[in-house]
């Protein structure tokens, strides 16, 4: 038990170093008028149907101290999910606005989006509306480079979201990129 709470004590301090060193790297990069750029990229190749790609690149602008409006355009495919040679395909453009906390190195931000979604199924094309919160961490590794980890539940207008082999109006989208600020 000793050594389970030394352990604990030891990694707290750490964080808390972390946090402490860390508090100017993110000051100047969440600024207003600071421009960034993200790219998040999650490819299986493996996968136990067939491949799966997801590519999402955004674009932001703080317009105040913390406080990011941000579009984002996105592209999904997964393969043989509908049967063998049948793909989901998916394209989604948004717009949202993300308020940071800074907190050091590691900066929890929170925000709403809302978009357009639209996919390619074997059933033929469809569109929807989206919209919903989205939490992210953004974790400095310099001034202006951030490894940026985002979930955001999104609602939809119709059935659009493609979750356990099924059509679905939410969907719970996570991923990890880079974030660049200039």
Do not use: C
């Not at 990694?11 to 508090?23: H, I, K, M, R, S």
């Not at 799966?52 to 393969?79: N, W």
């Not at 049948?86 to 809302?114: E, I, M, N, S």
């Not at 099924?166 to 990890?176: K, P, R, Y």
């Amino acid at each position: 038990m000793t050594t389970l709470s030394a352990g604990f004590r030891i990694g707290a301090a750490a964080v808390l170093l972390t946090v402490a060193t860390g508090a100017n790297a993110a000051d100047s990069a969440l600024e207003r008028g600071t421009h960034e750029f993200g790219i998040h990229l999650s490819p299986d190749l493996f996968g136990p149907v067939g491949d799966t790609l997801f590519l999402d690149v955004g674009y932001g602008v703080f317009v105040r101290d913390r406080l990011e409006l941000r579009a984002s355009a996105s592209y999904t495919l997964l393969e043989d999910v509908v049967g063998p040679e049948k793909d989901y395909r998916a394209w989604d453009v948004a717009v949202g606005a993300d308020y940071h906390l800074l907190l050091g190195r590691a900066v929890p931000f929170a925000g709403l989006f809302v978009g357009w979604h639209r996919i390619n199924i074997d059933t033929g094309a469809e569109s929807a509306m989206t919209w919903g919160p989205r939490l992210g961490l953004k974790y400095f590794l310099a001034d202006n480079v951030a490894l940026a980890f985002d979930a955001a539940y999104a609602q939809a207008s119709k059935e659009v979201f493609f979750n356990d082999f099924e059509l679905d109006d939410q969907d719970l989208v996570t991923s990890l990129g880079l974030r660049l600020m200039f």
